[in-house]
């Protein structure tokens, strides 16, 4: 039977009780941080005024969701307002807790200290902190700002706050700002409760069935592959073409098991041993399974060189003394599988049988999208000191592999720990066989990316700080020669 209008309002109302009567109401603003470049100095906080957000939640009700709910909101918004600035996600926004209406009023909440709590227990641990106002903690409200940098988010970052106006030019640091007290003594308590494992993602999910194919690399670049008989459980979700229509159609698709698609492959949410994980297939009609295979045994291969080379160049950068100058990176290797389903399972409702599975990366739309630093035929300018360390570890491995590869296509996904994992790789080899895979330009591509960088490497401090420019191997012990240093090369 059909409720009355009289009953929904009244059902709104006692709902709206219950939550001023138990629940966690969380107030988040919007706040710019004008800084011109990265040489300079930050300048102060100002609220951009017209985004305020505040929405009651259960006490049980998970943080991290929480303020997902509240940034998606303030991302939508943002948008709008000001159409030509990228996106306020979680790439680009830092969490600040808000104890007063002033500039210096707040403090900054990492989000490790926001982890698995539920919001009842963030309130909590600011409560004890005293890092709110006592007049919003005491009325269960916990006040927020997402913070952003200007040069983050700006097209042109010189410019001002739409909102209420900055300055130019580079800053000093402020020393206006009151002291504080010390913050409260932390106290160690050891407890034995494990909280329950929590998901990114909830969808229709299907079990079946796989068996693996180990992926080992040796000191010398030689790739082995060794299959194992030994059958393995593996959740896949089931509502992946609903995402996929979803994002055709210009909609929200994150909470599906869709997770994206490139040029030849599609991606799937899917849970190994409770670890969430993504899947990558070819596309349908990408060709026979075992041509799939081939393909995808390429792509694994090249992530275990690339992590093998990452590993190498930090080694060299740590003998040069600047290793912890240079901006974290990684390849998503670790706990890489290359898997089959068993015949019995149907593929899982997916096109082929052979899959590459990599632990998932944080891929919703607060999380950020894609974040690429060079593209198949073209390094690019870098612009920042992650995009120069991207591109000194191409220059270093191409010397690595003593002129064999030229890693090139650099993309990735930001961890949960805000540091790059690079994703779907793809290199130029020496290969001058018509055979090669689709992506390999051949010495010709390899030459072109080198003249290129070779424009810029001056430029480029990790370059220069590892003296790339003008390294050289030592005498090479196998018959495959090593390149001259790159200056001689092409000089």
Request: proline share 5%; charged share 25%; aromatic share 8%.
């Amino acid at each position: 039977m059909a409720l009355s209008a009289q009953s929904i309002i009244q059902e709104k109302k006692n709902k709206k009780m219950h939550y001023q009567n138990g629940g966690v109401k969380i107030s988040a603003t919007v706040w710019e941080t004008p800084q011109d470049d990265e040489e300079s100095l930050p300048g102060k906080m100002q609220q951009v005024s017209t985004l305020v957000y505040t929405q009651t939640f259960e006490p049980q009700t998970r943080a991290r969701d929480a303020l997902d709910i509240l940034l998606e909101q303030a991302q939508r918004d943002y948008k709008k307002a000001y159409p030509l600035h990228n996106l306020l996600d979680w790439t680009t926004t830092s969490l600040y807790t808000h104890a007063g209406s002033g500039i210096f009023g707040c403090a900054k909440l990492d989000m490790d200290d926001v982890g698995d709590k539920t919001a009842q227990q963030l309130l909590d641990l600011m409560r004890a902190r005293g890092a709110c106002s006592k007049s919003a903690l005491s009325n269960n409200t916990l006040e927020l700002r997402f913070q952003y940098l200007s040069i983050h988010v700006r097209p042109h970052p010189t410019q001002g706050l739409e909102s209420s106006g900055s300055g130019s030019g580079k800053r000093k640091a402020s020393t206006s700002e009151p002291l504080r007290p010390p913050p409260p003594l932390r106290r160690i308590f050891q407890s034995a409760f494990i909280p329950p494992k929590t998901f990114t993602r909830a969808p229709p999910m299907t079990k079946v069935t796989f068996t693996r194919t180990a992926v080992s690399r040796s000191a010398d670049g030689r790739v082995a592959f060794k299959s194992s008989d030994v059958v393995e459980h593996i959740k896949v979700a089931i509502d992946w073409k609903t995402g996929e229509d979803r994002e055709r159609e210009g909609k929200p698709f994150d909470r599906t098991g869709y997770i994206g698609q490139g040029r030849t492959k599609i991606a799937i949410y899917a849970r190994i041993n409770g670890e969430e994980y993504a899947v990558a297939q070819c596309k349908p009609d990408s060709g026979s399974e075992d041509e799939t295979r081939s393909y995808l045994c390429q792509e694994i291969e090249l992530l275990a060189h690339g992590h093998a080379f990452k590993k190498d160049f930090d080694g060299y950068a740590k003998t040069c003394d600047i290793l912890n100058r240079i901006p974290k990176f990684y390849f998503n290797y670790e706990g890489a599988i290359l898997g089959r389903f068993c015949s019995e399972d149907a593929n899982a409702g997916l096109p082929y049988c052979h899959f590459i599975a990599t632990l998932l990366l944080p891929c919703r739309m607060v999380d950020g999208g894609l974040v690429k630093m060079m593209g198949n035929d073209i390094f690019g300018n870098p612009t920042n000191n992650l995009e120069k360390a991207v591109h000194a570890f191409v220059h270093f491995a191409w010397i690595a592999s003593k002129g064999h590869m030229m890693f090139c296509d650099l993309q990735g996904l930001y961890d949960r720990d805000r540091i790059l994992c690079l994703i779907d790789p793809q290199c130029h080899t020496n290969n001058t066989s018509k055979d090669k895979i689709y992506w390999d330009g051949g010495p010709d591509a390899i030459n072109s990316l080198l003249k290129e960088h070779a424009g810029v490497c001056t430029d480029n401090w990790i370059c220069q700080q590892l003296g790339l420019e003008e390294l050289q191997l030592e005498a090479p012990t196998t018959p495959r020669k090593g390149p001259r240093s790159m200056k001689a090369l092409l000089n």
